[in-house]
């Protein structure tokens, strides 16, 4: 595709619940990133992949976070018994790799609110 | 840990009015620094990626700045549709996360 796709662009849900979201990178795009974002702050680091594996998961919060990426393109960030402190924006990023330049491209996130 | 610290926290300019915002960061080895630009609602734009102490990038009426220490982003004459949260973010040697500073919202009255 043309950009970073994330879908649902919104998503509200009750505290305990568990949700998914949805990212589809840049086509070509090997390495994939997940930041969130809360209000008035910048994003924070979550958890990338080179291809099919979970390079770094050093920024996931607690376990109830996970990710995956399958096939190596389209990731999915699962988050189980959501709490109200999971609200933010959730941003996805593809670069075409890891190293050299490496810059990332961002789709337009989805905002999670937990209620 | 890397750190970055933007300055100011917001900004308000007239139409035409230059100034340069600032982005003090601290890291183990710099690999890169990018500058990204985000409208309310949606996610960061790349800008510019600078690599080394005195390069200059420039970009319609934006020019980004480094130094061993910290870059500026100076924005001359600017219109309305240069308003936005502007984000500073650092990439060092050994991983491939972004280390974002908290932003500088710009507004640029007509």
């Known amino acids: 595709g043309a950009g970073v796709s994330q879908t649902p662009s919104n998503k509200v849900t009750e505290k305990g619940k568990y949700v998914e979201l949805r990212c589809d990178p840049i086509s070509g795009h090997t390495a994939l990133y997940w930041y969130r974002q809360s209000l008035g702050q910048g994003p924070e680091f979550l958890i990338y992949f080179q291809g099919t594996g979970a390079a770094d998961d050093s920024g996931l919060p607690n376990d109830r976070f996970f990710a995956v990426r399958p096939e190596g393109s389209v990731s999915t960030l699962k988050i189980q018994r959501t709490e109200r402190g999971d609200s933010a924006v959730y941003l996805c990023?593809?670069?075409?790799?890891?190293?050299?330049?490496?810059?990332?491209?961002f789709g337009a996130g989805t905002r999670l609110s937990v209620l | 840990e890397d750190q970055v610290t933007q300055s100011p926290e917001a900004l308000r300019l007239q139409e035409g009015e230059s100034s340069s915002l600032n982005c003090s960061y601290t890291v183990s080895g710099l690999r890169g620094l990018f500058w990204y630009r985000q409208d309310p609602g949606k996610g960061p734009e790349f800008l510019f990626t600078?690599?080394?102490a005195g390069e200059e990038k420039e970009k319609e009426r934006l020019k980004a700045t480094l130094t061993k220490k910290e870059s500026f982003l100076h924005i001359t004459a600017p219109k309305p549709e240069d308003s936005a949260t502007y984000l500073c973010a650092v990439l060092s040697f050994g991983n491939e996360k972004l280390t974002f500073g908290t932003g500088t919202r710009l507004t640029i009255i007509p």
């Open positions: 600078l690599y080394s």
């Open positions: 990023a593809s670069s075409l790799g890891i190293g050299g330049q490496n810059i990332q491209y």
